[in-house]
């Protein structure tokens, strides 16, 4: 089976991580592997002060890898700030996994359903909300609570932003729609 990718694109609050976390279970359930690739922002961090790990990196090394006999870790300093594509993410993960969700990375050239809820809970005041739907042709659907208040009528299905099993049916449908193909040169 060829690894297949989509991404979930929506503003902040939208239910983004509300809907991958069932669907990873969902999968997980039907004997499926899944892989995860999450936008964070740009401080973030996953190790702790005092750790050996910690330390090293500190200490300036560019790659740290932890290693146990249940998982592994990869952390890579940057001397400069280094914009990473969605496809760079993707080349970095185990090619024989089943499924590669992608959250955030709204604007990336891959499949992907827009999240729309039209008042996001943790929205930013003052920025407008426009759906990506109308105008990326990357949006092969859209998962919403509110099928009646989406802004613009879409081309693409409508799906129920609360019933994940659903949705999952759907993408399983898609098929060699979402097999990965890694572009020529990544852009995003």
């Given at each position: 089976?060829?690894?297949?990718?989509?991404?979930?694109?929506?503003?902040?609050?939208?239910?983004?991580?509300?809907?991958v976390?069932?669907?990873?279970?969902?999968?997980?359930?039907?004997?499926?592997s899944?892989?995860?690739?999450?936008?964070?922002?740009?401080?973030?961090?996953?190790?702790?002060?005092?750790?050996?790990?910690?330390?090293?990196?500190?200490?300036?090394?560019?790659?740290?890898?932890?290693?146990?006999?249940?998982?592994?870790?990869l952390?890579?300093?940057?001397?400069?700030?280094?914009?990473?594509?969605v496809?760079?993410?993707?080349?970095?993960?185990?090619?024989?996994?089943?499924?590669?969700?992608?959250?955030?990375?709204?604007?990336?050239d891959?499949?992907?359903?827009?999240?729309?809820?039209?008042?996001?809970?943790?929205?930013?005041?003052?920025?407008?909300?426009?759906?990506?739907?109308?105008?990326?042709?990357?949006?092969?659907?859209?998962?919403?609570?509110?099928?009646?208040?989406?802004?613009?009528?879409?081309?693409?299905?409508?799906?129920?932003?609360?019933?994940?099993?659903?949705?999952?049916?759907?993408?399983?449908?898609?098929?060699?729609?979402?097999?990965?193909?890694?572009?020529?040169?990544?852009?995003?």
């Amino acid at each position: 089976m060829a690894m297949k990718v989509i991404g979930f694109a929506g503003y902040s609050g939208s239910g983004k991580t509300s809907l991958v976390e069932p669907l990873i279970s969902l999968m997980r359930a039907g004997g499926l592997s899944v892989s995860v690739v999450k936008h964070a922002h740009h401080d973030f961090d996953v190790d702790h002060e005092g750790k050996d790990s910690w330390r090293h990196r500190k200490a300036g090394a560019y790659e740290v890898v932890l290693a146990s006999d249940r998982r592994l870790a990869l952390m890579r300093e940057f001397a400069e700030p280094a914009e990473l594509s969605v496809h760079d993410m993707v080349a970095e993960l185990d090619p024989r996994v089943d499924w590669v969700l992608v959250e955030g990375f709204k604007h990336a050239d891959l499949p992907k359903i827009e999240i729309w809820r039209e008042q996001p809970e943790r929205a930013n005041a003052g920025k407008p909300h426009l759906p990506l739907y109308p105008r990326d042709p990357h949006v092969l659907a859209v998962a919403t609570d509110a099928p009646q208040r989406l802004p613009v009528l879409p081309r693409q299905p409508v799906l129920d932003l609360n019933a994940p099993a659903q949705i999952l049916q759907w993408l399983q449908q898609q098929g060699e729609r979402l097999r990965y193909r890694a572009p020529a040169s990544p852009r995003d």
